[in-house]
């Protein structure tokens, strides 16, 4: 397991980079989130102002996150991507389904994902 010890200034600044609305986003991570918003995942996930999924993760902040699937591997778009796609190949027994995303809509949701900060 990973600590993070922040003085208490940084602390409360992190605290409250985590509560803020994501901004909408352009270009590929647009795409992503018209993906996102069209699935199962809304079921599933919250993104505050966007979603309010209950089952998974909270993914409002993903892209600020080191690591995926309980530090199962390190937080980079390819790793997203393979994800989202079969989540089910990196962690066996995950409650998260395969929602048959093609490679082109799996790298557009990973894009949308890691933007959110
Ligand atoms: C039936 C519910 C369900 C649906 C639908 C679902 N997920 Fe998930 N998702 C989960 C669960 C549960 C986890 C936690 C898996 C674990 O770590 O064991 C998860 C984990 C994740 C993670 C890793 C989060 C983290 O912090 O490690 C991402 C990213 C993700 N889901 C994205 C998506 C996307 C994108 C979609 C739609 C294409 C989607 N999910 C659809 C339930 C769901």
């Known amino acids: 397991m990973r600590v ?3 003085a208490p200034e940084a602390f409360e600044r992190w605290v409250a980079a985590q509560r803020v609305t994501p901004p909408e986003p352009s270009g590929r991570a647009a795409e992503g989130k018209a993906i996102f918003t069209s699935r199962a995942c809304v079921g599933c996930h919250a993104i505050r102002g966007v ?5 998974g993760p909270d993914l ?6 080191r690591t995926l699937a309980a530090g199962l591997v390190p937080n980079t778009p390819a790793n997203v991507a393979a994800w989202v796609k079969d989540p089910g ?5 995950v409650k998260m389904p395969v929602l048959g995303l093609t490679d082109d809509q799996a790298k557009a949701v990973a894009a949308y994902l890691e933007s959110l900060k």
Do not use: E, M, N, W
């Open 4 to 6: 993070i010890v922040d």
């Open 51 to 55: 979603s309010a999924g209950v089952l």
């Open 60 to 65: 409002t902040t993903f892209g600020s996150r």
């Open 89 to 93: 190949a990196l962690k066996p027994g």
